[in-house]
Structure formats: structure tokens, C-alpha cells
């Protein structure tokens, strides 16, 4: 079972940055695909990005790229999510999730972290 831990979360100002982590344990990461959604009241959660354990290879959803980088520490198994040039539509509750590579679902969540960008 994978255990995750989020953190990083906080107030920012439009135009700032933030980084998120996500401390994981529990299992060996080259098997899974780690990713990053958010969630804001009354919404479904929507995917922000993801990144392939084994070669780093990363994804991201169109209303971040270029804005947003998906990144791994693979000597401490965390996973981090770098936010610049941010926008207050980019409030919301952050997730970290792992799926198996061999899965279309990911299983594992975190706890979430709130992220507040303010105009």
C-alpha cells in the first residue's frame, strides 16, 4: 500500500509561486505513475499533471502548461510540484495520487493541501 503525505500549501499572490510535496512511502516507486489533481467546492477533481516514476517522463493539462513542473526526488521518494505564474483560478485543494503503471485508475490519494492564490 502507498501512504502519502502532502505539504506546501499556503496563500500566494497572483503571479507567484508555491511548491507542493508529497512525502510517499509504502512501496517501491518504478512501477507507478505519480500525479497531481485538484479539487475546488462543487467541482469534480480534474487532473493538473502527472510523471512517470521510472523515467520521469511528465503530463500536464492545458491550463497549466508551461506554468506548472512535475518533478520527482527519487533518493527520498517525494514528489513535487513546482507552481509559477499563478492564478487565482489555480485555488483549489491539491491531491497527490499514484496509480500502477498497468492501471488506467489511480488508488492511492493523499490527504490534500490547500492552495489560496489571491488577486
Known amino acids: 500500500q502507498v501512504q502519502l503525505l502532502e505539504s506546501g500549501g499556503g496563500l500566494a499572490q497572483a503571479g507567484g509561486s508555491l511548491r507542493l510535496s508529497c512525502a510517499v512511502s509504502?512501496?517501491?516507486?518504478?512501477?507507478?505513475?505519480m500525479g497531481w489533481f485538484r479539487q475546488t467546492p462543487g467541482k469534480e477533481r480534474e487532473f493538473v499533471a502527472s510523471?512517470?516514476?521510472?523515467?520521469?517522463?511528465?503530463q500536464f493539462a492545458e491550463s497549466v502548461k508551461g506554468r506548472f513542473i512535475i518533478s520527482r526526488g527519487n533518493a527520498v521518494n517525494t514528489l513535487f510540484l513546482h507552481m509559477n505564474s499563478l492564478k487565482p483560478e489555480d485555488t483549489a485543494v491539491y491531491y497527490c495520487?499514484?496509480?500502477?503503471?498497468?492501471?488506467?485508475?489511480?488508488?492511492?490519494w493523499g490527504q490534500g493541501t490547500q492552495v489560496i492564490v489571491s488577486s
Open positions: 509504502g512501496r517501491t516507486l518504478s512501477s507507478y505513475h
Open positions: 510523471i512517470r516514476w521510472s523515467d520521469g517522463r511528465p
Open positions: 495520487a499514484a496509480r500502477l503503471a498497468t492501471s488506467s485508475r489511480y488508488g492511492n
